[in-house]
């Protein structure tokens, strides 16, 4: 089982087009790219982690949800509404602590300043920031803008440092 992690894919979302230099004519075309990317990587027994921002339209929310592979957890996002906090998470909660490969790892939607075990190694995954952050040591964004629109493991985020 490999775990990977992810935010911001935005599905059925028109507004990410107009803020954001997405290579996409349309929301479906995005839609369909986001969920062939993540589908060639991630396999049914896969873990993902998406770090908030999964979806704005509620029809396309459902739809693409049931249509991406493995074992999905969600840590919430500011447009993540109601509806898509409903969806058949693995998991769901505001900030997850966790440790994969020996590395912990705090995830949030929003990059902190300081987090848990950050001058003990522990590296925050975060989105919302759409690739156009400056990190701090430690600091990683999973964001599809900042990640060639997939998902993403831990050993490939550490050697991108």
């Known amino acids: 089982m490999a775990v990977f992690f992810t935010s911001d894919t935005h599905f059925g979302d028109q507004r990410v087009l107009n803020l954001y230099p997405r290579p996409f004519v349309s929301v479906a075309e995005m839609d369909a790219a986001l969920i062939a990317r993540w589908n060639d990587l ?10 908030g921002d999964f979806a704005r339209s509620t029809k ?21 509404s109601a509806f898509v906090r409903e969806l058949a998470w693995a998991s769901i909660a505001p900030y997850a602590e966790i440790e994969v490969e020996g590395v912990k790892l705090i ?17 925050n995954l975060h989105g919302h920031s759409h690739g156009r952050l400056n990190p701090l040591p430690r600091q990683l964004d999973v964001g599809v803008d900042a990640r060639d629109y997939r998902p993403v493991r831990l050993s490939e985020l550490l050697l991108r440092r």
């Open 107 to 123: 995830l949030c939607h929003y990059p902190f300043r300081s987090w848990n075990g950050m001058h003990r190694g522990a590296v």
């Open 42 to 51: 991630v396999g049914s027994d896969d873990e993902v982690w998406h770090l």
């Open 60 to 80: 396309s929310a459902a739809e693409n949800f049931r249509q991406l592979k493995g074992r999905k957890h969600l840590v919430v996002g500011n447009i993540d």
